[in-house]
């Protein structure tokens, strides 16, 4: 079992910065793969960025390449998404995931964080 939760949402102005954590509990941290994701009511939710088991892979949705960064302190148990230059579309609710895998593509996200939410006024 894997529990994560979420922290860090908030409201920004666009071209703002925030930082999401992502503390997880339970199974041994770097035995899995993460990944964020985002949600907006009546999309389906959709993946942002995920990380692999070392942090040293990692991927991103096209439309937050070279904006947001992930990344993952195995040592504290924790994985971020970092997000720069932030714009209005970013609005969702941001939820962590853990992947059934310990490198990318290989799996599925078997566990979700509860979400938090990020709103970014124009």
């Known amino acids: 079992q894997v529990q994560l939760v979420e922290s860090g949402g908030g409201l920004v102005q666009a071209g703002g910065s925030l930082r999401l954590s992502c503390a997880a509990s339970g199974r041994a941290f770097s035995s899995y793969a993460m990944g964020w994701f985002r949600q907006v009511p009546g999309k389906l939710r959709e993946s942002v960025a995920a990380?692999?088991?070392?942090?040293?892979?990692?991927t991103y949705e096209d439309a937050v390449k070279g904006r947001f960064t992930i990344s993952r302190d195995n040592a504290k148990r924790t994985g971020y998404l970092q997000m720069s230059k932030l714009k209005p579309e970013d609005t969702a609710v941001y939820y962590c995931a853990a992947f059934d895998s310990q490198e990318l593509g290989t799996g599925r996200v078997r566990y979700w964080g509860q979400g938090t939410q990020v709103t970014v006024s124009s």
């Open positions: 990380i692999n088991w070392s942090g040293i892979r990692s």
